[in-house]
């Protein structure tokens, strides 16, 4: 799977700016998929100029259009790609211990929100004459022959966290600010169920919850009782066979969004899982079902 981040950061095709793990970039998709599966071990945030694509996760899907910002938390998501237009935004990438370091220096005080958010890993950002002006005066940067100094930079990033946990707009971003803020640690549980369907490798995962790989294994195994391994297979196959019993998804499509690396490799687990062969399986759910 490709790390946007890392494939942005590492390149020279994409009009950028970076601090550390802190990146602008005026991002247009070299990627010709229909449809393929991302990943970034950072937040990112989106203000789409021209085109649209749209996000899928586990929950729902979010439909990026020209005029659309969106928050994108750190993790993995199925992009579906449209040609009738290019498809230009401006990403700006955030790491949780930034956005933690900018609540601790202006010792932020969160207003208390009646409202409670089961936010999933995609939050559209409502646009106000500020926001807009913010994702603007970021644009405004790239014709310039030289690129701004590193700590006016830093200061383009604070602003854009200090603007959405203070405005009152985006109440759902800054409760996702609170919750990065007030966890020790990110949590490991959380990470996987809400990304196992991808086919991320085990050091990706890690990276992911910020472990290196071999805390990762030592906590998974303590947390879930079985090897990081043997818990993605059971998780995806679950999620497969879901799929088959409830979905009008082809066999490839099914693969594919539950994170199987080929069609051999799942036919064998399957079957092995299951008793069956997942096209045979599929004929009995379709039999039953009519």
Not at 36 to 46: A, E, I, P, Q, R
Not at 48 to 72: D, N, Q, W
Not at 136 to 155: G, H, Q, R, V
Not at 191 to 218: G, Q, T, V
């Amino acid at each position: 799977m490709i790390n946007v981040h890392d494939l942005i950061s590492n390149s020279r095709m994409f009009k950028k700016f970076q601090v550390d793990e802190l990146l602008f970039c005026e991002y247009k998709c070299p990627i010709e998929q229909k449809e393929l599966s991302l990943w970034s071990h950072t937040n990112g945030f989106l203000y789409v100029i021209s085109g649209k694509k749209k996000y899928k996760t586990m929950r729902g899907e979010y439909m990026a259009e020209e005029g659309h910002a969106l928050l994108i938390k750190k993790g993995a998501n199925i992009v579906e790609q449209y040609y009738e237009k290019v498809y230009c935004m401006l990403v700006i990438f955030v790491p949780d211990d930034f956005i933690k370091s900018v609540i601790e220096k202006y010792k932020i005080e969160f207003v208390k929100n009646k409202n409670k958010f089961d936010s999933d890993k995609i939050i559209y950002l409502n646009l106000d004459e500020i926001l807009s002006t913010y994702f603007m005066s970021i644009f405004s940067y790239f014709p310039k022959p030289d690129p701004p100094p590193k700590n006016l930079l830093k200061l383009k990033f604070e602003e854009l966290i200090l603007n959405l946990i203070s405005n009152n707009n985006n109440p759902e971003a800054a409760e996702y600010f609170k919750e990065i803020f007030t966890s020790n640690k990110v949590s490991i549980k959380e990470i996987m169920e809400e990304n196992f369907p991808f086919n991320l490798r085990l050091d990706e995962y890690a990276r992911l919850c910020c472990r290196s790989l071999s805390s990762f294994k030592r906590e998974f195994q303590n947390i879930f009782g079985v090897s990081p391994g043997k818990w993605l297979t059971q998780k995806r196959l679950e999620h497969a066979k879901y799929l088959i019993e409830y979905s009008s998804k082809t066999m490839d499509e099914i693969i594919f969004y539950s994170g199987f690396k080929n069609q051999s490799h799942f036919i064998k687990v399957f079957k092995e899982k299951f008793g069956t062969t997942p096209s045979r399986f599929k004929r009995k759910s379709e039999a039953i079902n009519h």
